[in-house]
Every structure is written in C-alpha cells, then in structure tokens.
C-alpha cells in the first residue's frame, strides 16, 4: 500500500546557522549581557541567538527563548523583529504537527512584513512562502503547495540567484511531484540535486531522505534501503525529522519485503524520534506500519490495537492523508478477523475520503475553484490597489493646486495670502483624513474578501467530503443486499447506521442552504410578531425521536411570549441550538428552554446538563473556523450551524453568547427585539 503522507520537506531556516553544538555553554555568557537598562532590541537579538542555537535539540527551549525574545519588544514598534518572533511560532507550530495552526502565522508573518523593503525582510518574505507550500502539503493541499514553491522558484531563476534556497525551492517542487505521482519527474529533480547540490548546504540532507522516498513508490526497494540508510548515517545538526522520516519509510520498505520483525524494530525508532520532537502526529505513519506489521505476522488483535491508536490521534488533528492510510489498514485487519460488519463500516470511511482526496473529478474540481477563488482575490487586490493610487494621486493634485492657489495668493495680495494658506492647510488636512478614510474602506473590504474565501473554500469542501459519506453507505448496503451477502438480521442493524447519517446530511444541507441563500445580495430579512414559545413546541415536535434515544428530560416556557424577527431564521437558529443541546447530552440528562425580558430585549436561553465545554473550545464558538467536536453518542457535526447562527441573530438586532462548566452542561443565550 503507498503511504499519501508527504516526503521529507525543509522548513527553511526561520532557526538557522548556530552551532547547537556548545550552545549549553554559551547560554550563560549570552544571558549575562542583559541588564535593566538593555534596549529593547539588545535583549531580542540575544534571545534570537538562543532560539537559534537549540536548532533541531531542544524545542521546549526555542519556544521559552520566542516567549522572551516577544515580550522583549512588546509595545514597541520594530516590525522586522515582530515577524521573526512570528516566524519562529511558525516553527514551532509546525515540528509540533499543528500545521493549520503553522499556515495562519505565515500569514500573519507576511502581513507584518507588508511595506518593508529590506533584505532581510525580503529574505524572511521569502522563506515564509516556502513554509506555506510546506504547509499546504502537510494537509495534504499538494496543488496548492506546488504553486508556492514554483512562485519561489521563478523568484531564484529570474535573479540568477543559484544559491541554498534555489536549491530547497526545486526540491520542494520534486517532492511535490512525487506527492502527484509524476515520480520520473521527482526522481530527475533529486537525482540532479544530488549531484549538483554543495555537500555544506544544510538542506542537502533531505536529498538522500527523499531518494529513499521516490525508488520506495517506483518500488525499486533495494535503491530505497540504499538511499534512507545514507540518511541515517548522517551526522553533525541534523534535523531529527531526517532520521524519523528515513526509518518510518525503511519500515514501509521491510513491510513490502514480508520482513516484519524488522520493520517493527524501525517503525519503533521513528515513533521514539517524533515522540521526543512532541510532534504526536508525525507518529501515525509510522503506528499504520506497526498495525500492517502485525497484519502481516498475522497477529490480528496487535494489529488492530495498533490500526485504532492511529486512527484516535489522526481524527483528534482532523489529519486526512494519514487518517486514509489508518482506515485501509483497519479495513483489511478486521477483514481478516472476520468482523465483517465492521470491515464494511472502514471501507466506506476509506472510500469516502479516498473519493475526496483522489477522485480526479473532485480533484479537478476543487482544483477549478481554488483557481477561482485565487484570481478573485488577486482581481480583487489589483483593484483595491488601482483605487488606492488613483485616490493618492488625486490627492496629490489637489494639494498640489491648492500650494499653487496659496503661492499666487501670497505674491499678489499678502493679506490674503494667509487667508489662503489657512484655507490650504484645511483642505489639505481634509484630503489627508478623506484619503486615510479611504485606506481603512479599502483595508476592511480586503479583510472581508479574505474572510468571504476562507468560508466559501469550507463550504464546498465540506460539500465534496461530507455529502458522498451518505451516499456510499447507502451504495455499501445496496450492494450486499444485491450479493446476497446480508442476512434480515445484519440488514436491521445496517440500516439505522444509514438513517443516522441521512439525517445528518439533512442537517448540513438545511444549513448550507440558509447559508447560501443568506450571502445573496439583495436577501431581504422579513420581521413579524411571532410567539417563540409555539415555534420551540415545534422544534420538540421534530426532535421528540433525538430526546427519546438520550431519555431526556425536556422542558420549555408555554406560556405566550412575543418577538419581533424574522421566522425562518429564528427558526433555524432554535434548531441549531436544541439540536447541539440534545448532542451534548448524556442519557437522563436535560434541556430546558426559557425567555425573559432583558434591558428592552427578549432574551432566549436553551440550556443542558450535558458534558459541558472546554475552555479552549468556548473561544472557538461562533467563529469561522468550522470547529466542530463529536456529541456524546459520536453525533457529528459540520461547524457551520452556530456560525449561521450568530449570522442570523445579529441580522435581526440581537446578540448571541455562551456559558459552560465544563461536566455540568451549557447554556446559549440569544437577545431578540420585542414587538412595540
């Protein structure tokens, strides 16, 4: 089976050139040059130099010396600093495998540097591109990753500039050849890196690691072994992530050579490295070995203990290549067990991601509206910069006519020439302020545009993904029940499983149907006095099968109580809100719905008994992030309803908040306006 995780890429040196190697002696002498009176950049370069120096030893340290170097400056204006202390966050976020987390500070890192021209903003400008195409391909984003490191490529190429980042540039394009599949291509790239590139360049130790990875997938495992057992020879600084990956991908090529004992022994090596890196999530791949190990010494329940264990850390990352891997893996395993039940339900989970990963009329797909988005933005860009200078330079010429004005004034009337200086000066102000005004229009219309692409990238994700999961269920049962394969018996216990998931998709696509009607232009919002009790009598009505399963305890205000907003939405927001209180519920547990009168405002609450929320989570909520956590029976859900919640509470006037304990439940708050 060829593992879809991405090779071995450099994150180019935001943590660069120090010898870690005498760094424990030089800490001391380094520190003691800080006193009270240090300016504040005195103390971030020494911290920098810290941060620098535990290069790929001690990452615990790199983050306490960032903490440092960040609050060295803090309050003080020094953006080139700010961006590096961003940068090496970015660092950290990425060896620790939170690679969304990673992606949004490169962002971040190259808003900060926006208007800087320096060479080492440009330098860092640069490097922050090459992470987010490392970024991209670590979620799996291998089109969007390519185009990053060709953008940084033709940079290198027009310049002339054959340097160490022209070289990690074409070795990120080979890798992501290879993620595409157009292996010869890859194997050209790194066979010429190899011979081409300066054996002192820091980033010649990925060429052997990704060598290794290229004869692996052209299934030529001798020149495989060759190649990751160079790597492992390496010494001096090297990234740990070089042995990791070199032993994770030997193991794949024991696996393929039926040598299981020894590919246990290697996938071990590689979870110790990653562990040890506390980057939990680099540990999956190398988990999937050990279950396929095991599959292969036909030890059955190793395997599968090992298959769940990957698959418990890759949903927790919401980790798609790697959580496609695990499924196959505990597809075949329990296959073998005879647990075919259950081997049928982790084929269609596989099948299902695989359909959003590989399908090429997906691929293409998404491809053609990453492409639109992509030249919406810049469109968009292009004409908030042309409105930007046109808006200077008319700016410019006014001021320029009233200097004029003022001149003449002045050497024909020298009273009035005050006058008209005065009178130049207002303006000129006026135009200042109205060209500022301007600025902030065309800064908060990006910002929005940024935010419209972000959550319409989600949608139809969430569309391609979460809508052919039914779907193949569906297909799945038909399919038995055309092979004869099913008893009446396995087909009850088949059929609920299916139901569950059509009603999810029933949720999703009420959703996402409000949602996109709501971002229409010219959607009108339609106010009416309406009793919200009656409309919560209804939503019990609908939900009584959900209550019933969980025996819960339900109870609402009936008496008459008036509000003044639009039906449908409020509609669909008390479906989102009881819906959530019903999924975070235990069995016996309650939900209970209230309504008072609040500072001239009705006020809703529906509150529960359920499992409550963390804190953590608490700040996610209402946000564009789609963030979205399993109910207490593994209901899922899409991150989309409180969203569309907070959109459509806000339309009509209100606001909407939360409170939770975390094991005593939750309670949603949400103020409407009462009818005069």
């Known amino acids: 089976m060829r593992y879809t995780k991405f090779l071995f890429l450099i994150l180019l040196p935001y943590v660069a050139n120090a010898q870690s190697t005498s760094i424990e002696q030089l800490k001391d002498s380094l520190l003691s040059t800080i006193t009270t009176e240090s300016p504040d950049t005195a103390k971030f370069d020494v911290y920098q130099q810290l941060v620098l120096g535990y290069k790929f030893q001690d990452l615990d340290s790199i983050a306490k010396y960032t903490q440092l170097a960040k609050e060295s400056i803090a309050g003080s204006y020094y953006p080139l600093r700010q961006a590096q202390a961003i940068g090496y966050e970015t660092y950290i976020a990425f060896m620790l495998g939170r690679y969304d987390e990673s992606l949004d500070l490169a962002d971040e890192v190259l808003a900060t540097l926006e208007g800087l021209e320096s060479e080492e903003a440009e330098a860092l400008r640069r490097r922050t591109i090459n992470d987010q195409g490392t970024m991209y391909a670590a979620l799996g984003m291998y089109e969007l990753g390519l185009r990053k490191f060709y953008e940084l490529f033709e940079i290198y190429e027009q310049e002339g500039s054959i340097n160490e980042s022209y070289y990690v540039a074409l070795s990120n394009i080979g890798v992501m050849y290879n993620r595409l599949e157009y292996f010869e291509n890859a194997l050209e790239i790194f066979l010429r890196l190899d011979k081409e590139m300066p054996a002192e360049y820091e980033s010649r130790m990925s060429v052997p690691v990704n060598l290794g990875f290229i004869y692996y997938d052209l299934k030529e495992f001798e020149e495989a072994k060759f190649h990751l057992n160079q790597a492992l020879a390496l010494e001096g600084n090297i990234d740990p992530r070089v042995y990791g990956l070199s032993n994770f991908k030997l193991g794949q090529v024991y696996n393929a050579q ?4 020894q590919a246990i022994d290697v996938f071990n090596a590689s979870i110790d490295i990653f562990t040890d890196q506390k980057n939990e999530l680099e540990t999956v791949q190398s988990i999937n070995g050990l279950a396929q190990a095991y599959l292969g010494l036909t030890q059955l329940q190793r395997a599968h203990e090992y298959g769940l264990k990957g698959l418990e850390i890759a949903d927790r990352y919401n980790a798609i290549p790697e959580r496609k891997a695990i499924l196959e893996s505990l597809y075949l395993i329990t296959k073998e067990q005879g647990n075919f039940e259950e081997a049928l339900d982790y084929h269609e989970q596989f099948k299902e991601i695989s359909d959003f990963i590989t ?3 997906t691929t293409s797909e998404i491809e053609r509206l990453t492409a639109e988005y992509e030249y919406q933005k810049k469109e968009e860009q292009l004409m908030a910069e042309t409105k930007q200078r046109e808006l200077i330079s008319q700016a410019k010429i006014e001021q320029q006519r009233i200097l004029l004005y003022a001149s003449i004034s002045v ?3 020298a009273g ?3 006058i008209g200086m005065y009178r130049s000066f207002s303006q000129k102000k006026e135009s200042n302020y109205l060209l500022n005004l301007k600025n902030q229009e065309i800064q908060d219309q990006a910002e929005k545009l940024k935010e419209s692409n972000m959550v319409k990238d989600r949608i139809f994700s969430m569309i391609a993904h979460d809508l052919r999961g039914p779907l193949s269920s569906l297909y799945g049962v038909i399919s038995l029940i055309d092979m004869k394969k099913t008893s009446t ?5 088949l059929i609920p499983n299916v ?5 999810y998709t029933s949720t999703l696509l009420n959703n996402l149907l409000h949602w996109a009607q709501s971002q229409m232009q010219g959607y009108s919002i339609n106010p009416e006095v309406f009793d919200i009790s009656h409309t919560v009598f209804n939503k019990k009505v609908l939900l009584q099968t959900s209550i019933d399963e969980k025996n819960l305890q339900f109870s609402f205000g009936d008496s008459e109580f008036l509000v003044y907003a639009d039906l449908n939405m409020i509609d669909l927001v008390l479906q989102n809100l009881i819906s959530n209180a019903i999924k975070y519920c235990n069995e016996n547990d309650s939900v209970s719905i209230s309504y008072s ?4 405002k009705a006020v809703i609450a529906v509150a529960d008994t359920g499992i409550g929320i963390e804190k953590e989570v608490m700040d996610k909520l209402f946000s564009k992030t789609f963030f979205s956590t399993p109910g207490t029976n593994k209901e899922k859900g899409t991150g989309l309803g409180l969203m569309l919640c907070k959109d459509f509470v ?9 409170k939770s304990a975390l094991g005593k439940g939750s309670t949603f708050y949400f103020s409407l306006p009462i009818p005069d």
Do not use: P, V, Y
């Open 258 to 261: 039926e040598q299981h004992e």
């Open 359 to 361: 399908t090429s009329e």
């Open 411 to 413: 050497i024909f009337f």
């Open 416 to 418: 009035l020439g005050m």
């Open 489 to 493: 018996d396995e087909l009850e216990e």
């Open 499 to 503: 139901a569950q998931r059509f009603k």
């Open 597 to 600: 009168e609040e500072n001239g």
């Open 650 to 658: 806000e339309k009509n006037g209100g606001e909407i908040w939360a």
